[in-house]
Every structure is written in C-alpha cells, then in structure tokens.
C-alpha cells in the first residue's frame, strides 16, 4: 500500500489561470474556474470527487455536489493515449452551492470513492475556496477567462521547551526558538527541532492566509548511565540532590549532560564532585575518599609525633647541662 499511495501522488496537478502547475494546497475564490490536469497510466478514465465543509463524508462529484460518491456520482474524465488528461472545474457551476472553506479533490482510478480507496491507486490535492471581497480579486472581461487568486502570506510563531533549540522549515534553517517566520505561502510545513544531548523532533503546521499558527512542542533528554564507585566502597551517594544509594550504584535513564555527586563514609571527609554523563553510553567514575585528620586535645593543629618526642628529648637535655653540681 505504501507503494501505490507514493506512485498515485504523482497523478493530479493544478493550473490556475494558465500558469505552471502546482502540486500543492491552492487558495482562490468561489466561482472562478480551475483547471485540473494529470497523468494515469494505470486506466483509461479517471474518476473526480469532492470532499469538504458540509458534503458527504464519502464525497461527491465535481460537476454536481447533489451526486454521492459512494452512490455512483463520479465527474469520469478520459485520458488520452499519452496518458494525460484534463478538466476544467467551474466552481460556481456544480448543481448546488459550496460554502467557503478547504476541500479535496481525489482522483482515482476507478470508480472508488472515499471508503474504497484501499482498491485503488489515487492522488489528492487541498483547495481553500474564499468569498470574492473588494480587490481581492481582478477581473477579465474576455469570455471563458479565469480569475488569479491573490495568495495572502501566513506566520509560524515557534517556541519550545526548553528555549534555544533550531529549527527547520521544510529543510530551510530559520534559527532557534522562540522564534517568529513571516511571508509563507498557506500550506502545510514539516517543522524539524533539533537540540544537542536532546531527542530530535519532527511536526507538520498548517499555515492559513493572513492567520499566524502556534507551534510549541517539548523535547525529550536523551539519557545514558551512571557507574559510581567509591574508595572505598560503602560510601552513602547523593546524585543531583537525592540519594541514590550505597557505592557501588549503577544509575539508569540519567540525563545526559554534567551532574552533582556527593559522597559521605564514616571516619572520611564528605566530597562533592561534578560527572558527564554521555548520551547512550555508560559512564563510570570512581571517588576517592580521604581520612579524617586525626585531632590531639587541647591541640588546635595536630602535630606529628617525631616532633613531639624530639621537643621531648630536647628538654631532658637542657635539664642536664644546667644541672647544678653538688659540692662534696
């Protein structure tokens, strides 16, 4: 099915008043004509519906919004021997009258309509039908023309969580969040966020004319894991402010990026030290512990022995040069 649905959308283009074709969503104005054209080399007539605001879910045909789809009502369109075929859609003339909104025209390859379409191979295209206002449209006065359709540009105004990360408009860089994108077509656009040591992310935005469309979206950490041993072991470990457990300790799902370990033995001075922590990989980091000093009474600053007992000797020794004699 992937297949067939990739083929078909290279079966239905647009034409507006004789410019190029376009493959994309349309806007114009009820009442003016639109031409459709394509390529089918799948059969020898195409089968036309509309779907849209207020139709059958299962569609209608072109040439007559009173003909249901799923009841036989097809607009059926040869096509020629190069494969190619054409009509001309007059959306003021169609049995019945359209409210302004966006609809779809599907193109299949036989007669299959909306609930059907798993049988078939087709191909659809977006149309925005608006209400003709003062100079929103210029006129001609030779018979049979058509009317060019005034495209108002829409805005994207993108933020994220967190803040700062880039952006990517239908494969053009635009910048980082938040972020604010003026003058596009209205249509939709694949929005692609990307932050380092965070999970990339992709949403498509629908841009209307003359409207600005919100898009915030919230990136997911990518994770890794923490090995933490102390020297020795059996040391209490704080991680970023909770505790985690007695070294050894293996911590999973951690965020990737700089964390805070504290690490607590009896007898030992209590350390805090800073690990990475790599996305999708294994960390391990060893803390080193060192003794409490051990503290004499009455003696502010320890003082090693081999002074002590020197100081010690010393004294014993001047007691005896200054000794006096005893006289006989």
């Not at 074709?21 to 004509?33: K, N, R």
């Not at 909306?114 to 039908?129: F, G, K, N």
């Not at 929103?136 to 359709?149: K, Y």
Request: aromatic content about 8%; charged content about 10%.
């Amino acid at each position: 099915m992937m297949y067939r649905n990739l083929y078909a959308g290279l079966l239905l283009l647009f034409v507006l008043a004789g410019v190029a074709a376009a493959s994309g969503p349309i806007q114009t104005y009820l009442g003016d004509t639109v031409k459709l054209s394509g390529y089918s080399p799948t059969s020898p007539t195409v089968y036309l519906f509309l779907t849209g605001p207020n139709l059958p879910a299962n569609g209608v045909a072109l040439d007559n919004i009173n003909s249901r789809s799923d009841q036989g009502g097809f607009t059926q369109v040869s096509v020629d021997g190069n494969d190619h075929w054409e009509y001309d859609w007059n959306t003021g003339s169609l049995g019945g009258r359209l409210d302004a909104g966006t609809y779809t025209v599907w193109v299949v390859d036989g007669p299959n309509d909306r609930s059907q379409l798993s049988e078939a191979d087709y191909s659809t295209i977006s149309v925005t039908l608006g209400i003709p206002g003062v100079g929103g449209v210029s006129a001609s006065a030779s018979p049979g023309s058509t009317v060019t359709p005034v495209v108002v540009p829409g805005t994207l105004n993108v933020s994220s969580v967190p803040d700062n990360v880039s952006v990517v408009v239908n494969g053009n860089y635009q910048g980082r969040t938040p972020l604010r994108i003026p003058g596009l077509a209205p249509g939709t656009y694949l929005v692609n966020f990307s932050r380092f040591n965070y999970e990339p992310l992709s949403t498509p935005a629908t841009v209307e004319a003359g409207a600005t469309t919100e898009v915030t979206v919230t990136l997911r950490p990518k994770t890794g894991t923490l090995v933490i041993n102390s020297s020795p072991a059996g040391a209490q470990i704080v991680l970023d402010g909770n505790t985690v457990g007695i070294a050894p300790v293996t911590q999973t799902g951690i965020f990737a990026g700089t964390h805070t370990i504290n690490a607590t033995l009896a007898g030992y001075v209590p350390i805090e030290v800073q690990a990475d922590v790599i996305a999708d990989q294994s960390v391990t980091t060893t803390i080193g512990l060192n003794k409490t000093p051990t503290v004499i009474p009455g003696i502010p600053t320890p003082v090693p022995v081999p002074v002590i007992i020197g100081a010690c000797a010393g004294a014993i020794l001047l007691f005896a040069f200054f000794r006096p004699r005893t006289r006989a």
